[in-house]
């Protein structure tokens, strides 16, 4: 009887955008599930809405040297990205601090430096907002109980400066919320985002901008 080809293995590491990524069956990736401490919140891949949001800063670019924080950041690509491509200075910012050993591995391979904060998004203050430029997250209004807190931080965030503000998701019910109530305020704009390389993926990106706030008000 004869036999088919076989199927090659799903690729330990992918390159795009610049960008070098390791699959939760790499290697080193390995090593450190089985030397730390698990993520406990998602935090154990890249979710989609990643490649979303990476392939519009990849089109539209960031302002070089930025200040840039990443909410949820999970092993950090995005913010990863703004850094090696457009020398921004990346905080990452997430609710499991078991996520950072991911996070920095990745900065390491790809000759960068993220620094990392432990915490929610209702621990950061106008103040903390203040010293980014943009602020950008994805995949990170999964629960209803997600949407209060970062609905004031998007208000916050605008008020004290931020300049742009950016949220992907592929269209869960608690984004939509969130959406909903930004939407109204005239600084917001939802953008229906579908990519075909490297990988397959459609989504929406809530997009925030002190400039359209300036412009509604004025």
């Known amino acids: 009887m004869p036999v088919g080809p076989k199927r090659r293995p799903p690729p330990q590491e992918r390159h795009a955008y610049g960008l070098t990524m390791l699959a939760p069956s790499h ?8 030397a730390a401490v698990q993520p406990s919140l998602h935090g154990h891949k890249v979710w989609p809405s990643s490649w979303v949001l990476l392939d519009y800063l990849h089109q539209r670019a960031v302002p070089p040297r930025a200040h840039v924080l990443e909410l949820g ?22 609710a499991d601090a078991a996520v950072f050993p991911y996070l920095q591995l ?22 903390d907002l203040a010293a980014f430029e943009l602020i950008v997250g994805a995949d990170i209004c999964f629960w209803e109980e997600l949407v209060d807190p970062l609905y004031r931080l998007v ?17 869960r019910p608690p984004f939509d919320e969130l959406c909903a109530r930004c939407l109204p305020q005239g600084d917001a704009e939802v953008l229906a985002w579908t990519m075909t ?22």
């Open 27 to 34: 290697p080193e990736v390995r090593r450190l599930q089985h």
């Open 73 to 94: 950041c999970g092993w950090g690509l995005v913010g990863i990205a703004c850094a090696k491509l457009f020398q921004a200075q990346v905080t990452g910012l997430d």
């Open 106 to 127: 990745h900065a390491q391979r790809n000759g960068v430096h993220i620094a990392t904060r432990h915490g929610s998004f209702a621990d950061l203050t106008p103040l």
């Open 155 to 171: 208000r916050h965030g605008i008020a004290a400066g931020v300049a742009e503000i950016l949220v992907a998701d592929p269209g």
């Open 197 to 218: 390389t490297p990988v397959k993926e459609s989504g929406r990106i809530l997009r925030v901008s002190r400039a359209a706030a300036a412009a509604a008000c004025g």
